[in-house]
């Protein structure tokens, strides 16, 4: 692969699964459970935000293969915390919540368990509960006042892994109907979706959205994704990044304490944008630039924060990255090897948007430069004779401090592009 292919990407992915090791809680004398909290040296264990995260990431270091005893343990503690309803909770949502159940139930997908399971069976017939007649989904069941993206994103996610099983029990109708109400939730000025209808839109839901409706069988090539991916392209930074969010909910059963979800951008908009990626190349160009922010990004633990200024470490949060950069790896990696014809294309394409994004700033230095040059040349015309230097020999030297100035960017270019590539 081109950018962050081989030692770098494999190294980051690498030192993201030691450290999650490093954080997993095993089970004491006791039984107590076993698994991941939210933050490392803490002790008490959690559904979404920890364990779930830690088993999807850690279980791509074995796809294929029985789980290993921690992975097996920290399955059976996620089963224990399932409540009579079928729901999940965690420590920071302390209730059964779409969004734990929904999380739990895209981990069991992932792990092979079918829709005849016992825990899965639970979950789905809460997750059902939770959504409403216009396919909304609320935080739980009570809450029909409160439909919001990010539970409605997650349990199509969710669903959709469990197709099969909700034909069989007649309930197949409620992935289209998720479908159709995000579709006319989307905003129609940017093309993007918020944390609720009519919120102001943000990358984080918006790839959320993306990411859901691709895994549900919406073709990346239809209208409404592809105004989604360019809303995603147009707000990602020169280093690679987007801007975070969080997404806050109140629920019948805690109305006056909120509840508080973190939105980490880049690996949500990474693994949205791979959707699109073998047609669009603006998208796959997007997807290599986030590639290198995560990589570079990650620190030398091997862990990711959420925002630069922040000691605290979240399990979440590298345990998805982890998620994102395999996906990339698997799917995108192997298959990436560029022709120096496309290279060319894909590097004046980008030239070409770093015009466009600072088109003033270079139309102003034009503009400048000319104002300025003929004065400029004068008084080196007049220095050059008060130092007897003649103007062929000085015309001779300033074009030859031209080229080499040139060589030098060239070659300070090439050893950037290189470094990226490793």
């Known amino acids: 692969m081109p950018q962050q292919s081989g030692t770098a990407l494999d190294a980051a992915i690498a030192r993201g699964h030691a450290w999650l090791w490093s954080s997993y809680i095993p089970e004491p004398r006791g039984g107590a459970g076993a698994g991941w909290p939210q933050f490392p040296g803490t002790t008490e264990l959690t559904v979404w935000g920890g364990t779930v995260d830690g088993i999807r990431a850690q279980y791509l270091e074995h796809t294929g293969r029985p789980l290993n005893d921690r992975l097996r343990d920290a399955l059976i503690w996620v ?12 420590c920071e949502v302390e209730y059964p919540s779409a969004e734990a159940t929904a999380w739990a139930l895209v981990a069991f997908g992932e792990l092979g368990l079918d829709g005849s399971d016992p825990t899965v069976k639970g979950a789905l017939t809460y997750l059902l509960d939770c959504v409403a007649p216009g396919g909304g ?25 469990y197709r099969e099983s909700l034909r069989r029990r007649g309930e197949e109708g409620v992935i289209e109907k998720i479908v159709e109400h995000l579709k006319l939730a989307q905003d129609p000025d940017s093309r993007a979706w918020g944390v609720s209808h009519g919120a102001v839109p943000n990358v984080a839901t918006t790839a959320q959205v993306v990411f859901a409706l691709c895994e549900a069988g919406v073709s990346p090539r239809e209208d409404v994704v592809r105004g989604a991916t360019a809303f995603i392209i147009s707000r990602q930074s020169d280093n690679g990044s987007w801007p975070n969010s969080y997404d806050e909910w109140f629920t019948v059963g805690s109305p006056r304490r909120p509840q508080r979800c973190l939105n980490y951008s880049a690996w949500r908009a990474l693994l949205a944008l791979m959707h699109s990626a073998g047609h669009d190349p603006a998208a796959r160009r997007a997807c290599r630039q986030a590639v290198r922010h995560l990589v570079d ?126």
């Open 137 to 161: 989904v609320m935080t739980t069941p009570a809450d029909i006042q409160d439909q919001r993206t990010m539970p409605t994103a997650l349990a199509l996610w969710a669903f959709a892994k």
């Open 79 to 90: 089963r224990t915390q399932q409540v009579e309803s079928g729901g999940f909770d965690s």
């Open 297 to 422: 990004m990650q620190s030398a633990d091997g862990a990711w924060r959420f925002e630069d200024y922040e000691s605290n470490r979240h399990v979440w949060l590298t345990a998805q990255i982890v998620v994102a950069l395999h996906s990339w790896r698997r799917t995108w990696a192997q298959h990436d090897s560029r022709s120096p014809g496309r290279q060319l294309s894909e590097t004046l394409a980008h030239g070409f948007t770093l015009f466009r994004r600072n088109a003033v700033v270079i139309v102003l230095g034009i503009l400048v430069a000319r104002e300025l040059l003929p004065v400029t040349l004068r008084f080196v015309v007049r220095a050059g004779r008060v130092l007897g230097i003649d103007r062929a020999s000085m015309s001779n030297n300033l074009l030859s401090t031209a080229v080499w100035a040139l060589l030098a960017a060239l070659v300070a270019a090439a050893i950037t592009r290189f470094h990226h590539r490793r």
